[in-house]
Each structure stands twice: as C-alpha cells, then as structure tokens.
C-alpha cells in the first residue's frame, strides 16, 4: 500500500465546473496536509495547506480534511483552462520536515 | 525575492558518468531538501540539510549519491557513477527555518537528468 494514494486521472470537467480532487494517507501519525500544483515541465507550487479536520478555503480553492477517515480532498470552484495541471497531495508528520507525496492527480479544464 | 535556482535544467550523461547538480535555495532559508521523481513514480525525498548539515539522509538511495551543502548556502548533489535508474527529475526545496514544520516549502523548477 502506498502512502499516499492518488487517482492519476486525467480528471476531465467543463470550465466553469467544480473539480474534486482527492488523497488518502496510510500513516495516522500524518499532522500537516499540503495540496501542490505542477505544470508540465515545471515545479510544484504550493497551492494550500491544511492541518485541522474540516474545510480552509483560499479563493476558488478549499481543501477538505479529515483525519479519522485519512482522507484530504481539494475543490477548486469554478473551473479554469489555466487550472489544467497535476495536483499533488503531500503530508508530513509533525516529527519530521519530509514530505510523503502521491503519484498526483492530473486535470484537464475543457473549455 | 528570488526563488530556489536549479543548475542545469537538464543533462544527458552517459552510464558510468559523474554528474553534479547544483542548487541555491531562497537567501536566508535554513532549510535545504533533495527531491527525484523517477519515471511513472511519485516525487520522493532524497535528504534535508540544516545549514550546512545533513539532518536526514534517509531517503539517498546509495552510495553513488553525495549531497553536500559548504557554507550552508548552495547545495550539490553528486552522482558518481551513474546508473539508467538514476533517470529522473531532481527537485531542490529550501523553506525558512522559523516554524519551518508545519510549512510546505518552496521547489525549484528541478533538473532533468537522463542517463543513456
């Protein structure tokens, strides 16, 4: 079993369309919860973080979290062609600066 | 304020080479980490210096790898000899060090290296 689990997708939504992006976690030691973007061929940006049960939202972007279900989710409202990228999933323990990430999500925003 | 400096962006080296890929992390981060993602994998941790020690080498996959980081500032990561497996995209990340933990960090845009 992974760490960190990601569908690879593509995950394919109409612009103007709620996307859902999703990430389970094998450790319950896992405390913080990050959500990077990355286009192809450049690096990973740091989109949002999270480290409470429940929703933060940035903008167009929230990010879900629940650690009893280890599961932490990422909606982006609505859709833009620009938001075309794979969506990585990262968590860390508390103990430790090492990011554990997923194999990432890719998206594709239909104009 | 400029961002983590990867040097090269790519490089194409023969098995049984030496390559050396540089990194210089945001100034004043404290913080410095190594990244690969190998084809189809996950991007996964090589190792985190502080300063200039290496606080965890957990994730350096041999001994052909030596990272060094002189001075705390920029950082190197040396492959010698190379292998095919070693094929990949090396991300370098720095990040502050003040309650650096609980903060994703800041990439640099990663050198591609294909051994041939």
């Known amino acids: 079993q992974k760490e960190v689990e990601q569908n690879s997708g593509p995950l394919s939504v109409p612009e103007g369309a709620i996307a859902s992006l999703n990430c389970t976690y094998s450790d319950r030691g896992s405390q913080s919860f990050f959500w990077y973007r990355q286009y192809s061929g450049k690096s990973p940006e740091l989109i949002m973080s999270i480290y409470s049960n429940g929703d933060k939202e940035d903008g167009r972007f929230t990010a879900q979290l629940n650690k009893a279900s280890q599961y932490v989710s990422l909606l982006i409202r609505d859709s833009q062609p620009s938001d075309s990228a794979t969506y990585l999933c990262?968590?860390?323990?508390?103990?430790?600066?090492?990011?554990?990430f997923g194999s990432g999500t890719r998206l594709l925003v239909r104009p | 304020e400029a961002g983590v400096t990867q040097f090269p962006s790519h490089s194409v080296i023969e098995k049984g080479q030496t390559v050396t890929l540089r990194c210089d992390p945001i100034?004043?981060?404290?913080?410095l980490y190594w990244y690969r993602r190998v084809m189809g994998k996950e991007i996964k941790f090589l190792l985190h210096?502080?300063?200039?020690?290496?606080?965890?080498e957990s994730g350096m996959p041999n001994n052909r790898f030596l990272a060094e980081r002189t001075g705390g500032t920029y950082s190197t990561l040396k492959v010698q000899p190379a292998e095919l497996e070693d094929s990949g995209v090396y991300f370098c990340a720095s990040s502050p060090r003040t309650g650096a933990s609980n903060y994703g960090y800041t990439f640099g845009s990663g050198t591609r290296l294909t051994v041939v």
């Open positions: 990262a968590v860390k323990m508390d103990s430790s600066y090492k990011l554990i």
């Open positions: 210096f502080v300063k200039e020690s290496k606080q965890d």
């Open positions: 100034s004043g981060h404290d913080n």
